[in-house]
């Protein structure tokens, strides 16, 4: 394990929740995305598909993969775009609390290129499964590896590149578009993965799982929040932790 590794992925909290007795295999849940800004929704995905998995595995932790500045910069216009530091912070303040959730800043840090969840993934799981101490603990409760669940709201499936993850399981969120509910949401996502794997999709239909949106759900994005920071509509502070709303305001961070 290299110190620059270290510098992108902490597996400080992964070690003692794994060193921890349980009885089902351990897994590691994985989110890619801007977080321009992270949001209440970020974290309670992750709590629900800790809770929609609890049956089947032990999640031992969750890892937060924010983008490259590159694809920040060539997505959102110069007033929308938060830089990577900016970003980075506010992910950490809001895992403070967190027993299990960390950051994972390899996809933003590990080159100038733009890099797909694939890439993201399977680094994670090499670097994971190859770490003396994983290994060294695993060994020890006589199990094989590590499995990484990505995870991902329904509209990221059609406007990021999700190719290659038919080895992986992955756990697909509904949102709702305008405000409104799509009662078919899961046969239209389901439509468009079998078009993308063509062949892979009968392999790969097995490992996909859908999480329906609950009442109790927070119903919002990024892009939600940026909009009503423009209006000057301070509601935008209810999605946001309290940390990140302190964070963008003293730092200024969308200057509308």
């Known amino acids: 394990m290299s110190s620059q590794e270290d510098e992108f992925t902490s597996i400080k909290k992964?070690?003692?929740?794994?060193?921890?007795?349980?009885?089902?295999?351990?897994?590691?849940?994985?989110?890619?995305?801007?977080?321009?800004?992270?949001?209440?929704?970020?974290?309670?995905?992750?709590?629900?598909?800790?809770?929609f998995l609890k049956k089947k595995y032990e999640i031992v932790a969750g890892y937060i993969s924010p983008s490259s500045a590159k694809w920040?910069?060539?997505?959102?216009?110069?007033?929308?775009?938060?830089?990577?530091?900016?970003?980075?912070e506010m992910i950490e303040?809001?895992?403070?609390?967190?027993?299990?959730?960390?950051?994972?800043?390899?996809?933003?840090?590990?080159?100038?290129?733009?890099?797909?969840?694939?890439?993201?993934?399977?680094?994670?799981?090499?670097?994971?499964?190859?770490?003396?101490?994983i290994q060294q603990i695993l060994n020890q409760k006589q199990l094989n590896k590590l499995e990484i669940i990505y995870i991902c709201g329904l509209d990221e499936i059609f406007i990021n590149d999700i190719t290659n993850l038919k080895d992986y399981k992955i756990i697909i969120f509904e949102r709702y578009f305008n405000n409104e509910q799509n009662q078919n949401w899961k046969n239209e996502c389901e439509n468009y993965l079998n078009e993308l794997y063509n062949d892979k999709w009968t392999k790969f239909q097995h490992n996909v799982s859908y999480i329906d949106q609950d009442e109790n759900s927070n119903n919002f994005s990024s892009t939600q929040i940026r909009t009503l920071l423009k209006q000057k509509n301070d509601s935008w502070q209810e999605m946001c932790h309290s940390k990140v709303t302190k964070y963008l305001l003293e730092n200024d961070i969308f200057k509308y």
């Open 72 to 88: 920040i910069n060539g997505k959102y216009k110069d007033k929308e775009r938060t830089p990577f530091q900016n970003r980075k």
């Open 14 to 51: 992964l070690l003692k929740n794994l060193s921890n007795e349980f009885l089902n295999p351990p897994a590691i849940l994985l989110m890619c995305g801007n977080f321009n800004p992270i949001h209440n929704h970020h974290i309670q995905m992750f709590e629900n598909a800790k809770l």
């Open 93 to 133: 303040k809001v895992l403070e609390e967190s027993s299990w959730i960390e950051i994972d800043t390899w996809q933003a840090l590990y080159s100038e290129d733009i890099v797909n969840c694939y890439q993201v993934i399977n680094r994670l799981e090499e670097f994971l499964n190859k770490n003396n101490q």
